[in-house]
């Protein structure tokens, strides 16, 4: 295993470890830390394994931080409407 995918696996292990802790706003200053640290590490794992790794990545941190996802999709919609 390389550097890249033991980064993200550490990444998801912060993840759950953050997500067990009691927290005042729901999470979301945890969120904007982990998507902070995410995005590099997403680029990181791309570039040394490929497309496919990097798209499953996205895909894993997508199901960790679905919350920002979601309220993003909604966001986009709103503005789409007008």
Request: glycine share 8%; charged share 10%.
């Amino acid at each position: 295993m390389n550097t890249s995918l033991i980064l993200a696996c550490l990444w998801v292990v912060l993840a759950n470890v953050l997500a067990m802790l009691p927290s005042k706003d729901n999470h979301w200053s945890r969120a904007y830390v982990l998507i902070a640290l995410g995005i590099p590490i997403l680029g990181y794992v791309t570039l040394e394994n490929g497309p496919w790794w990097g798209l499953a990545m996205l895909v894993a941190g997508m199901s960790i931080l679905r919350w920002p996802v979601i309220h993003l999709v909604r966001w986009l919609r709103s503005v789409r409407r007008g």
